[in-house]
């Protein structure tokens, strides 16, 4: 952070504004999802680093993109690697349908419904369209819970299986169903209903 800063102010150096900022922001994840108006309230920070601040992140969120796009999207941890920075940083929940070709290659995505910080709405009919309309053979649906704990809801469940059941009337191929939140030294950043049986 301190060579992202360059130079500090007159008494500062760019290391204690850099503590000073993850400080506040209390660790790097905090300081990724701080607007660019906070961090321009920090001492020796101004609007121009903090645009930088910003794109450093955004940044690295591409480039994890970059680098799981050229995979199949077969697994759990490919959709992370894909949409967990960015999902990760979201102060409200997101679901986003993935539609993927029939070799699990990604042919698009599109945010379905966007919610509070820990509900979201959405009919199955909204996950199914933009699957429908570019010809897709299957779909991952992906949310992330702001709380950082991945585990589903009853209402998570139950949207789920609703889905399920429209998409096997479509004859899509629904692929699994993915929570976002934060990893733990005794859990893994997702939640998958494919992984846990249900799809």
Same mark, same amino acid.
């Given at each position: 952070?301190?060579?992202?800063?360059?130079?500090?102010?007159?008494?500062? &150096?760019?290391?204690?504004?850099?503590?000073? =900022?993850?400080?506040? *922001?209390?660790?790097?994840?905090?300081?990724?999802?701080?607007?660019?108006?906070?961090?321009?309230? #920090?001492?020796?920070?101004?609007?121009?680093?903090?645009?930088?601040?910003?794109?450093? *992140?955004? @940044? %690295?969120?591409?480039?994890?993109?970059?680098?799981?796009?050229?995979?199949?999207?077969?697994?759990?941890?490919? #959709?992370?690697? *894909?949409? %967990?920075?960015?999902?990760? =940083? @979201?102060?409200?929940?997101?679901?986003?349908?993935?539609?993927?070709?029939?070799?699990?290659?990604?042919?698009?995505?599109?945010?379905? &419904?966007?919610?509070?910080?820990?509900?979201?709405?959405?009919?199955?009919?909204?996950?199914?369209?933009?699957? +429908? =309309? #570019?010809?897709?053979? %299957?779909?991952?649906? #992906?949310?992330?819970?702001?709380?950082?704990?991945?585990?589903? &809801?009853?209402?998570?469940?139950?949207?789920?299986?609703? +889905?399920?059941?429209?998409?096997?009337?479509?004859?899509?191929?629904?692929?699994?169903?993915?929570? @976002?939140?934060?990893?733990?030294?005794?859990?893994? %950043?997702?939640?998958?209903?494919?992984?846990?049986?249900?799809?």
């Amino acid at each position: 952070m301190a060579i992202l800063l360059r130079t500090g102010t007159a008494g500062r &150096s760019a290391v204690e504004i850099a503590d000073e =900022l993850i400080g506040r *922001f209390q660790s790097l994840d905090g300081l990724a999802r701080a607007d660019v108006r906070d961090l321009a309230r #920090v001492k020796g920070i101004g609007r121009t680093k903090a645009v930088q601040i910003k794109a450093a *992140f955004e @940044l %690295g969120t591409r480039w994890a993109r970059d680098r799981a796009e050229a995979l199949p999207m077969d697994s759990p941890e490919l #959709v992370e690697a *894909f949409w %967990g920075e960015e999902m990760r =940083l @979201l102060d409200y929940e997101s679901l986003r349908v993935i539609v993927l070709d029939t070799r699990c290659r990604l042919k698009g995505s599109k945010e379905v &419904s966007r919610g509070t910080v820990n509900e979201t709405t959405a009919h199955p009919r909204d996950v199914l369209e933009p699957v +429908v =309309l #570019v010809r897709g053979y %299957g779909f991952i649906l #992906v949310h992330n819970h702001p709380s950082g704990d991945p585990s589903p &809801s009853q209402a998570d469940h139950r949207f789920t299986l609703q +889905v399920r059941e429209a998409a096997r009337l479509l004859q899509v191929k629904f692929l699994d169903h993915i929570i @976002l939140g934060k990893p733990t030294d005794t859990r893994p %950043g997702y939640y998958s209903f494919r992984l846990a049986g249900y799809l």
